[in-house]
């Protein structure tokens, strides 16, 4: 089982720049795909962006689309989000996911279901 403990929120203004971190367990960390979600209060938790296991294809919301950028770091077995250019919308609690059992798929996973593991979140609060 890989464990995943993210980390970079925190309280900012509108415009502002965060950039989450997401560090696993684990030697298997370079073969699969990872996922960033995110839960605001009272709604589902939704697909941000992925990468895939070599991070050579990145997908990502058309919220978030042109102001965030997953990336990863293999050596170090960590996943990044770069925010840029924050939102008030983008308000809510932000998950890092890993999907396991699909390693060297060079498919790309958007679902809550695709993926086997998650970080406990890092809460991300833009105020207006």
């Known amino acids: 089982q890989v464990q995943l403990v993210e980390s970079g929120g925190g309280l900012v203004q509108t415009g502002d720049s965060l950039r989450l971190s997401c560090a696993a367990s684990?030697?298997?960390?370079?073969?699969?795909?990872l996922g960033w979600f995110r839960q605001a209060p009272g709604k589902e938790r939704q697909f941000v962006a992925t990468i895939s296991w070599s991070g050579s294809i990145t997908y990502y919301a058309d919220s978030v689309k042109g102001r965030f950028t997953i990336s990863r770091d293999n050596a170090k077995s960590t996943v990044y989000l770069q925010m840029n250019s924050l939102k008030p919308e983008d308000t809510a609690v932000y998950y890092c996911?890993?999907?396991?059992?699909?390693?060297?798929?060079?498919?790309?996973?958007?679902?809550?279901?695709?993926?086997?593991?998650w970080g406990q979140g890092t809460q991300v609060t833009v105020s207006s």
């Open positions: 996911a890993a999907s396991r059992r699909n390693a060297y798929s060079v498919s790309l996973y958007t679902r809550v279901a695709d993926y086997d593991s």
């Open positions: 684990g030697r298997t960390f370079s073969t699969y795909p």
